[in-house]
């Protein structure tokens, strides 16, 4: 079966983690009752900051802060372009879409969409 994969990263102040850490699994339950196969999150353990580029670089990382490594995977592009929509009109969602009460810095975060291309 295809599948596609919306990945993220995420720089997060280690004093908010428990905050994230609920507003995650709150979003990822949600994916899930939607239709979503899988979501995980990831947090950073083994990734040093790189000469040129790496995760710590890419979210421009600063001190007390860890990087966030997340994915959600779906049946397909469509499935996904479906399933999204359903979530962004969830109502326990309202309250994490304001950028003021994010445990992040919500403009360094990113994201894109995935086709796999080799599944072993």
Known sequence: MAKYVDGFVVPVP????????????LFGKICREYGALEYTECIADDVKRGKITS????????????????????????????????????????????????PFDGMRMFWGGFK???SL
């Open 14 to 25: 280690k004093k908010n983690l428990n905050q994230y850490r609920k507003m995650a699994r």
């Open 55 to 102: 995760f710590p670089r890419s979210v421009k990382l600063k001190a007390g802060e860890t990087v966030i490594f997340s994915w959600v995977v779906y049946k397909s592009r469509a499935h996904r372009d479906s399933v999204n929509k359903k979530i962004m009109k969830d109502p326990r969602l309202a309250k994490m879409m304001d950028p003021k009460s994010l």
């Open 116 to 118: 796999p291309f080799i």
